[in-house]
Nanobody, 121 residues
Framework: QVQLVESGGGLVQAGDSLRLSCAVS????????VAWFRQAPGKERDFLAG????????RYADSVKGRFTISRSNTKNTVYLQMNSLTPEDTAVYSC??????????????WGQGTQVTVSS
């Protein structure tokens, strides 16, 4: 079992930055990755970024490449998502997930509860 807890969401203004955290516990995850997804009201859940825990390789969706950065802390067992230049279109529930690899949500077995990010114009 793997447990994930997100934090760091909130209400920000357009152009602001925000850093989300995903605390991971349970089964050591040297054999899987952690990814961030988001889901806006009425829309599908979208892959944003993923990182391989063991090697640190990362990948990004084209929609956030250059604005979002995923990173990890081995000592804190935490994965971060740094989000810059936020726009109202970034408003969504952001969730982290363990499993993968890939961009499909179905390949991830464990999910956090999600954290709301709201960007005002």
């Amino acid at each position: 079992q793997v447990q994930l807890v997100e934090s760091g969401g909130g209400l920000v203004q357009a152009g602001d930055s925000l850093r989300l955290s995903c605390a991971v516990s349970g089964r050591p995850f040297t054999t899987y990755g952690v990814a961030w997804f988001r889901q806006a009201p009425g829309k599908e859940r979208d892959f944003l970024a993923g990182i391989n825990w063991k090697g640190g390789q990362s990948r990004y969706a084209d929609s956030v490449k250059g604005r979002f950065t995923i990173s990890r802390s081995n000592t804190k067992n935490t994965v971060y998502l740094q989000m810059n230049s936020l726009t109202p279109e970034d408003t969504a529930v952001y969730s982290c997930a363990a499993g993968g690899p890939g961009v499909a949500a179905s390949t991830y077995d464990y999910w956090g509860q999600g954290t709301q990010v709201t960007v005002s114009s």
